[in-house]
């Protein structure tokens, strides 16, 4: 506590750094200075070691210092209406211009209704249309004359104009002497009245009978005339349509000018908010002619309130906008669904039909995180269906275009909206698994290319004087934050204690903080619920024990079988052949050792040492190395100088469920020569290690757990002072046991003896010397190897006299004998013998 240098974590400066994993973070600092195609960051790491909330604040803290990224917006295509354009602006314009269009629209609705409404453009139309009525009425007044010379009428029906030819009706005679009303000659009268007579010939249309009377020359003639006037009439509708397209024309030009002079200061002023965009300069002008084309939409508008007009594709989709002062964009994706990284094209039911158009076309996560960077789960996104793929098909092209997942997927094309591809420069980082990231790089040929950069946390970190300080600056942090209360030396010498629990390792300490903030958390309400002024010692070994609680029933039934007797187990006194292992039970939220009686039985026979939980297939390959290692040790040690004829069985007792490991391995040899020498092994000592074909004793696992099991079934029926464990000495260094055995082995109450050798667990074991061979190889009787050789001896002397005893008796025991054994060796040559 003195060497943290503080008393409580008030003093301390809060540390916001991630400590331990400077392999991750130099790595994750490399990925995101370099600017290149594929050097996207796969991060993997146990969940809990701080990889997604580093990541985070990494990737935040650099998109700060970074300049924000463009602004993107769709808007409608006049040419194409069914592939809207993409157009990006800087950061923060894309609302600026979607809020200057709706006001566009509105202006425009006001300035051209004025426009319209004034009297000038109507007397200039009319002007117009009455020129054109004038040059009509020129052209039909020529066609009747010129037909009229050639004794035709025309005249207008419903199924279009039809030729009359005419015939001229006989003079009536005049009586010259007959007196006039006026009572006297008026020379100017006559000389009128002449002359509209020469003006209107009297003539009349012809009639059918009167045409077929006709001679044939006549017929023709008059039958020539009428086509040549049909062609003139042809020829005048012709100039006719020509002079209404002309009007046409010039009423629009008459009608555009009247639009240009009316948008062209509010279509100036937009253009002056954007300048040096030559792809929104194209809209525009597209735009302006658009709106000269349908100006009648905004008059129509203007002049009856109650019209529904759809202004929509003079308006914009600010598809993606950026925060100009914000920096780059960092994007958290936790539901990454194919649509939600696409992004999608929206529709909506009308009527019983789906309509959509560019206004529905929804950004993703890409796009989004499009110039910054984006942040993924890999396990969600494998997940989802056809995510990895369009993911991976982005990050290599460069290019996004939204699609649905059912054009890819439907029997039928289906006609929807193409919008323009969308150009991509995204960094991403997948936070993943060991696991997923191994299966990845095997399976995915592509996934190298896409994912240069792994960031690797490590599950633990060194506990040194520097990095306790570290993890105390950590806890000031947390209570700065979220604690409010804070912790003094000794509840902070006792987190780090349990830290270095997690990884069962005096000299390292774990790097899962989330565990670690947990056990803050619940020690700071214990703390809270005792209305402490700090949290203490006893809060934090509260919080701990509390939490084992809550997760240990499966332990408690264990142990209550034990208590109640129905698993046999003894803790004293000392018998051959029978020896306490140690397991450990892992279950998702609890582990825990247990002890297990193992035993061993040799008889007559050649089958060797033979694994019962092997035969049943209820171990692993591991165990089972571990028995093969045993068999090829008794070699070694016993069969230098003669055979070993002997058939052994190994087995759990009580274990109904798959053993794997082999940190048994010591303790069933132990058993085992315990039979074959005849010595009582003490059931005091609980044994595990790994042993060598050598008879070195290697490091296990779960060795606190192990230890911790066996004492509290010792605890049950009582201390005697001399129970203990016999672990590997190489496991010293992992023992972070709990405060009941080190107060018990302080005490003397219980005991742990650390053994490199076979021979040193002997003699703990049996009290016998294990024998040291002589310069012919020979052990002392006495020893236990000295024994356990006269024991193999023996086996063979009796093996050989019940064979001598056959012989002499027939035979066919004696083959039927020699059968057997062939056939028992035969087993132990195909791995009967375990």
């Known amino acids: 506590m003195e060497s943290l240098g503080f008393k409580t974590t008030d003093e301390l400066t809060c540390l916001k750094q991630l400590i331990g994993q400077s392999r991750a973070v130099d790595a994750v600092s490399f990925a995101l200075e370099v600017d290149r195609k594929g050097y996207n960051i796969f991060v993997v790491g146990d969940p809990g070691s701080g990889r997604t909330t580093y990541t985070l604040e990494a990737l935040k803290s650099k998109a700060a210092a970074m300049q924000a990224p463009d602004d993107w917006v769709y808007v409608y295509n006049f040419d194409e209406p069914g592939e809207p354009v993409v157009v990006n602006l800087p950061a923060g314009s894309g609302k600026v211009l979607s809020t200057s269009m709706e006001e566009l629209v509105e202006d425009l609705k006001v300035n051209l209704g004025k426009a319209f409404d004034n009297s000038e453009y109507e007397d200039n139309k009319a002007q117009l249309v009455k020129a054109f009525q004038e040059s009509v009425g020129e052209l039909m007044e020529d066609l009747r004359a010129y037909a009229l010379e050639q004794s035709f009428s ?65 017929q023709s003639e008059i039958q020539r005339k009428s086509e040549e006037i049909a062609q003139k009439t042809l020829e005048t509708l012709r100039m006719m349509r020509e002079r209404e397209k002309e009007l046409k024309e010039k009423i629009k030009n008459l009608e555009g000018e009247i639009c240009r002079n009316s948008i062209q200061p509010i279509l100036s002023d937009l253009r002056e908010k954007f300048p040096n965009n030559a792809k929104l300069s194209k809209w525009m002008d597209e735009l302006t002619e658009d709106i000269i084309e349908n100006f009648g939409m905004f008059v129509a508008a203007t002049r009856e309130e109650s019209v529904e007009v759809d202004f929509s594709r003079f308006t914009v989709n600010v598809f993606v906008s950026n925060d100009p002062e914000g920096g780059a964009p960092v994007i958290r994706e936790t539901n990454p669904t194919y649509y939600n990284l ?96 191994y299966l990845l790089n095997i399976y995915d040929p592509e996934f190298p290319k896409i994912f240069k950069i792994k960031a690797d946390f490590e599950s633990d970190m060194p506990r040194n004087a520097e990095m306790e300080y570290k993890l105390a600056c950590v806890i000031a942090h947390f209570v700065s934050n979220d604690g409010k209360i804070p912790f003094n030396a000794e509840a902070v010498t006792e987190v780090i204690a349990y830290a270095s629990r997690l990884v069962d390792d005096q000299d390292r300490m774990s790097t899962q903080f989330n565990k670690i903030a947990e056990v803050l958390t619940e020690a700071t309400v214990w703390a809270r619920m005792d209305k402490a002024g700090c949290v203490d010692l006893r809060h934090v070994k509260k919080a701990v024990n509390e939490k084992t609680h809550r997760a240990n029933l499966v332990e408690e039934r264990y142990r209550r079988a034990f208590e109640t007797g129905l698993v046999r187990l003894d803790t004293e006194g000392r018998a051959i052949g029978q020896i306490n292992g140690l397991t450990v039970i892992s279950l998702v939220d609890h582990t825990f050792g247990h002890p297990v009686r193992i035993s061993a039985n040799v008889f007559m026979g050649a089958e060797g040492v033979v694994n019962i939980e092997r035969e049943v297939k209820m171990a692993g390959p591991i165990h089972n190395k571990g028995v093969l290692t045993l068999s090829s040790y008794l070699g070694r040690m016993y069969a230098q100088d003669m055979p070993i004829s002997i058939s052994a069985r190994l087995a759990f007792e009580q274990t109904y469920g798959g053993i794997e490991g082999d940190s048994a391995s010591s303790t069933e040899l132990f058993c085992l020569l315990s039979v074959l020498s005849g010595i009582p092994l003490r059931q005091d000592i609980a044994v595990t290690g790994s042993i060598d074909q050598f008879g070195g004793i290697q490091p296990v696992g779960g060795v606190n757990e192990k230890i911790e099991g066996f004492f509290s079934y010792c605890k049950i029926r009582g201390l005697t002072g001399t129970q203990g464990v016999i672990i590997p000495d190489t496991n010293v260094k992992h023992l972070m046991l709990n405060d009941d055995v080190l107060d018990a082995v302080q005490r003397g109450d219980f005991r742990i003896w650390a053994i490199s050798t076979v021979d040193e667990g002997l003699e703990i074991l049996t009290g016998v010397q294990a024998g040291i061979p002589d310069e012919s190889g020979a052990y002392p009787e006495d020893s236990v190897h000295g024994r356990t050789k006269a024991s193999l001896r023996g086996w063979i002397e009796r093996s050989a006299k019940f064979k001598r005893k056959l012989s002499g008796s027939g035979s066919k025991p004696e083959e039927d004998d020699e059968g057997e054994q062939s056939k028992g060796e035969d087993e132990e040559s195909t791995g009967g013998n375990n």
């Open 342 to 437: 696409m992004g999608k094209i929206e529709y909506e039911s009308r009527q019983g039909y789906l309509y959509t158009d560019f206004h529905r076309i929804k950004s993703g996560a890409l796009h989004r995180a499009n110039g910054g960077y984006l942040l993924l789960e890999a396990d969600n996104v494998l997940r989802q269906f056809m995510a990895w793929d369009a993911l991976k098909r982005v990050l290599s092209s460069g290019d996004l275009s939204i699609e649905n997942l059912g054009e890819h997927l439907g029997y039928i094309p289906v006609s929807s909206l193409r919008p323009e591809a969308v150009p991509i420069n995204v960094k991403v980082v997948i936070v993943g698994t060991y696991y997923l990231y």
């Open 154 to 218: 025309i005249k207008r029906t419903p199924q279009g104009f039809v030729n009359l030819p005419l015939i001229k009706e006989p003079e009536q005679p005049q009586d010259d002497g007959e007196p006039r009303e006026d009572g006297g000659d008026d020379p100017q009268a006559e000389g009128g009245q002449q002359a509209e007579k020469e003006s209107k010939p009297a003539t009349r249309e012809m009639q059918p009978d009167e045409f077929e009377r006709l001679s044939e020359e006549e």
